[in-house]
């Protein structure tokens, strides 16, 4: 079954989506992961010049061990062997490899660079340098007119693709969760009931 076919409000649809963390990362986002922090996050993540109260947030977020480590896997997913069915996850799983061979590689980079750059950026909030002159710099990340057009392409696929998008992307996922409210025994009892009869 495509994904195309499934809709929203089907009982299995949440079993799927659910399954995406196991039950304690559930626990840690929604003990961790407020929109605040997220922001906050968000706001570190692409080199912005944080508030006093973002750097208290990212401060406080950081002494977190298991969140920062939490976070270092949704930016960076390595192959899990024990994730669940449908739930394999790698930051080169995407490349297109029936593409041209030059394109491939021109992809690769700039999935290297974004993980070079959260590698870095990571790193760093761990250390509690918050202000770093990075080795990477979002700002560079741009067209250029000096610049080859190749190195143009990898910049900003890197900035667009693999940095803004993925941070945009898995930062909803994780807000979601947090959102998500838990169903009680009895709405589970219930939905149980109804999935068999159908």
């Known amino acids: ?117 959260f590698t870095e950026l990571l790193n760093l909030m761990e250390l509690k340098e918050f202000d770093a002159d990075y080795k990477i710099k979002m700002a560079e990340l741009v067209y250029n007119r000096k610049n080859k057009p190749i190195e143009n392409y990898i910049n900003l696929r890197t900035r667009n693709i693999y940095i803004i998008q993925h941070i945009e992307f898995q930062l909803k996922q994780i807000l979601y969760f947090y959102e998500l409210e838990e169903e009680t025994e009895e709405q589970i009892k219930e939905r149980e009931q109804k999935d068999s009869v159908e």
């Open 1 to 117: 079954m495509s994904n195309q076919n499934i809709q929203p409000n089907e009982p299995h649809v949440k079993t799927r989506i659910a399954r995406k963390y196991t039950d304690d990362q559930i626990g840690l986002i929604k003990a961790t992961f407020n929109e605040h922090t997220l922001m906050a996050i968000r706001k570190y993540l692409l080199q912005a010049k944080l508030n006093d109260d973002e750097k208290d947030i990212v401060k406080q977020f950081n002494e977190k061990k298991e969140a920062v480590n939490f976070l270092r896997n949704v930016l960076i997913p390595k192959l899990n062997p024990d994730a669940p069915i449908d739930n394999l996850h790698d930051i080169f799983g995407g490349v297109d490899l029936n593409a041209n061979v030059e394109y491939v590689n021109y992809d690769m980079e700039a999935r290297q660079i974004s993980i070079d750059y």
